[in-house]
């Protein structure tokens, strides 16, 4: 495979790092240089940076029904658009502590935000949402549950302020959500696609194992 990256992380250099926010997220006032493709190095540029953990999600499958398991919560970055601010997700969450295993994590959250256990999990993909201004890192998995007998319901840790509905769909709904915009936040559209290219190799290494 031809190597993509000409450069790495020592060809940035941070001249000064200033901590400017530090609540729920922290924000970061940097500036730096880089080297150009042209040759010789950048003037000095400022840039904000919203530094967030890494996060997992996780995408809930029945292989026997057919069926995902999805949430629904408010999301306040949709709030100024014509779009209602509910969204229908995987369930996600960070991890809490230096050096969790996101794995664990995509455990925790599964019972905490859809109330099931994760009978096996699947890798799918990792990827920074949105590089150009926050550190954020994703890791995507594939969950097998069972939902025999699972229906809406309502999840969520009381001291974190969520409230959160589980919904119990069939493969072919939601895909067609997919395609008609419905569902529209990066996380369930990377994970919906993902699903729909690796799906019958999915479900015959879960058969397998």
């Not at 949105?130 to 994703?138: N, V």
């Not at 001291?159 to 119990?168: C, S």
């Amino acid at each position: 495979m031809t190597q993509l990256h000409e450069y790495g992380q020592d060809d940035v250099s941070i001249q000064s790092e200033t901590l400017a926010y530090n609540g729920f997220f922290k924000l970061k006032q940097l500036k730096l240089t880089f080297k150009r493709f042209v040759g010789g190095e950048s003037a000095v540029i400022d840039r904000e940076l919203c530094v967030r953990g890494d996060a997992v999600g996780v995408l809930l499958y029945d292989p026997a029904l057919q069926k995902f398991a999805m949430v629904e919560q408010v999301r306040i970055g949709a709030l100024n658009r014509p779009c209602s601010p509910w969204m229908l997700e995987l369930v996600a969450g960070m991890l809490d502590k230096e050096g969790e295993d996101p794995v664990d994590v995509a455990h925790r959250e599964t019972m905490e935000e859809a109330g099931l256990n994760i009978e096996q999990l699947t890798p799918m993909v990792e990827y920074f949402p949105s590089p150009g201004g926050s550190s954020e890192f994703f890791r995507l998995y594939c969950g097998k549950v069972d939902l025999q007998g699972v229906s809406s319901d309502i999840f969520g840790v009381e001291e974190e302020h969520e409230d959160i509905r589980l919904h119990v769909l069939d493969v072919d709904d939601v895909v067609a959500m997919l395609k008609q915009g419905v569902i529209n936040n990066a996380m369930s559209i990377i994970a919906l696609q993902w699903f729909q290219l690796n799906r019958q190799e999915l479900e015959q290494q879960w058969q397998a194992s």
